[in-house]
């Protein structure tokens, strides 16, 4: 094929049961608002992953190696730049808060610069490492709720930032996987803070807006308001149960009850045609046999209502349940069955889409109109804005970070 301008990054989410890469094209020269060019994606089953960790990591480094090469095999290109997502069960976040006395007569680029580090000097718990400090919001003097201070007049400037740290042992783990894949570990990003860049409105983040995101071993909850991250949560539990869950009750080994999932699933019962009969193997009683799609349906709907009620006293608990004006996106592989909106809808009584990834992007944009690449195309997002911004060029350690460019997204 022609020889495409501009490097090549890629997105790697590496999910405790698929590994899914996505490689775009950043043109020098490209703007923050220019839509991203998508060349080519991959996904392959996780191996070597224990839960949403990493058990082993050469299956792990083989997964991703499989992956990020078939997304260059059909981006007709080899890429070297890579951001990852960490797993959001080992990230905590907490808010932290600079202030700076302003010398000039008004608001200056430096100044920005300086506040956002006089918020970023917070203790880090111990065992964890700074991989984000997310800017969400100014005061000037008294007035609050400011998205870009910069030539403002006045002598007081405060930053709101969101402090995002995640395990060192699982950075270092990452890290690791994809340099021996033979990529260059540029960033570590959040997972769920990906999925936000991938499929959220800057409109829904101002009116307040739950993402909850199931993926196989958790289900994120991220929640936006006023374009700021109001709440995080990760809870233990995702689409894998599911698959237990249908595994035990009708009798199969988790393969066939995975595929019956995909092929035959639902997330109401009450939509089977209660004659419908689907074939299983029954290799655990030895014997092939026929069961009601209707009982499928009956064990994924009683996993699933009780996930998103989990999600629900989350968002209860935490304040948040009432700031939603936007209501609930969901995404992950995990939402993919039928019906998962509605009975969504029934569970938290608001608004309720499920978001794919479409923001921005062209090429290849159609193939990823899948809940379960939000996370991979949210990376080469990050990638790409943190280029226009004039990152990109060889990180300096293993992961080179800084989070006051990202504002204009969060």
């Given amino acids: 094929g022609p020889i495409i301008q501009g490097a090549g990054i890629v997105g790697g989410y590496v999910g405790s049961t698929k590994t899914c890469a996505v490689v775009a094209a950043v043109h020098p020269g490209r703007r923050p608002a220019d839509p991203l060019e998508i060349l080519g994606l991959g996904v392959t089953r996780s191996e070597g992953m224990n839960g949403p960790n990493i058990g082993d990591i050469e299956a792990v480094t083989q997964a991703v190696r499989t992956a990020v090469r078939q997304a260059e095999a059909t981006a007709g290109r080899e890429v070297e730049a890579a951001y990852v997502s960490v797993p959001s069960g080992s990230v905590r976040t907490s808010r932290s808060k600079g202030v700076l006395q302003v010398s000039g007569s008004e608001i200056t680029p430096a100044d920005v610069k300086r506040v956002q580090e006089v918020g970023r000097a917070v203790p880090i718990p111990p065992g964890h490492e700074l991989i984000h400090a997310l800017s969400q919001r100014y005061a000037v003097d008294h ?40 990529y260059r570990p540029d960033e570590l990003v959040m997972a769920p803070l990906a999925t936000a860049l991938a499929v959220l409105a800057d409109a829904e983040r101002e ?6 995101e199931i993926g196989g071993a958790t289900t994120d909850v991220l929640v936006y308001g006023g374009h700021r991250i109001l709440h995080a949560a990760t809870l233990p539990w995702g689409g894998s149960i599911v698959t237990r869950d249908i595994a035990r009750g009708l009798g199969v080994h988790e393969d066939e009850a995975s595929q019956l999932k995909e092929r035959h699933g639902g997330a109401l019962r009450d939509r089977a045609d209660s004659q419908e009969l689907l074939d299983v193997s029954g290799a655990r009683h030895g014997r092939a046999r026929r069961v009601s799609r209707e009982l499928l349906l009956h064990i994924i709907e009683q996993r699933l209502d009780e996930i998103l009620g989990l999600v629900y006293e989350e968002l209860e608990t935490s304040g948040t349940l009432n700031e939603l004006e936007a209501g609930i996106v969901l995404s992950g592989g995990g939402v993919s069955l039928a019906h998962t909106e509605d ?39 990050y990638g790409a804005s943190r280029a226009a911004a004039g990152g990109l060029v060889g990180a300096t350690r293993a992961f080179a970070r800084v989070g006051g460019w990202l504002r204009e997204f969060f």
């Fill in 207 to 212: 009116a307040g807006v739950a993402l909850v």
């Fill in 343 to 381: 009975l969504a809808r029934s569970v938290f009584n608001l608004p309720v889409r499920t978001g794919i990834p479409s923001l921005g992007l062209t090429g290849m944009a159609e193939g990823l109109a899948r809940p379960s690449y939000s996370t991979a195309t949210g990376l080469v997002l």
């Fill in 143 to 182: 007035r609050d709720g400011i998205r870009d201070p910069e030539g403002m007049a006045g002598t007081r400037l405060e930053a709101d930032l969101c402090i995002v740290t995640a395990d060192v042992a699982i950075c270092h783990d990452l890290a690791k996987v994809v340099d021996r894949a033979g």
